[in-house]
């Protein structure tokens, strides 16, 4: 049966609003324990600045106090993809209301999504979620 329903957990990474500032959003930290892996998926809204880029980073680490910058190694798909680069002019699907993922293959408890941008803009709205995959127990209850 395929059923990834019961197979998978959702939490917020980075709450929808807007990238209120230069240093961007950190993300809540994700405890991945009893999961095999991480799919980060991220919404962008509509970016009309032509200057705005958007940077991801994924930390992870054994402890929430420690975290470091995930090798590349470590993830299925890449911080730049999973980014948002300057364009002129903002096309629908590919660089303003767009969502795209990045995945999270490592062995460290705890793993965090954030979002940095080039540009301060309010008019820069961000989500992300964190799918946890793989579970060691399955089938797992909604929520």
Do not use: W
């Amino acid at each position: 049966m395929n059923d990834l329903h019961s197979n998978m957990r959702t939490k917020t990474a980075i709450k929808a609003g807007a990238n209120a500032s230069a240093a961007g959003q950190a993300g809540k930290i994700i405890d991945r324990q009893g999961y095999g892996g991480v799919e980060f998926v991220v919404a962008y809204g509509e970016i009309t600045a032509t200057n705005c880029t958007i940077v991801v980073r994924v930390k992870e680490g054994t402890v929430t106090t420690t975290l470091t910058s995930v090798a590349d190694s470590d993830l299925i798909g890449t911080e730049v993809l999973a980014g948002v680069a300057a364009a002129t002019p903002r096309a629908s699907g590919t660089t303003k209301n767009v969502t795209k993922r990045l995945g999270y293959k490592g062995n460290k408890r705890y793993v965090q999504f954030s979002v940095v941008s080039a540009a301060v803009s309010a008019a820069v709205k961000v989500a992300a979620v964190a799918i946890l995959h793989s579970p060691g127990l399955a089938p797992q209850t909604n929520p």
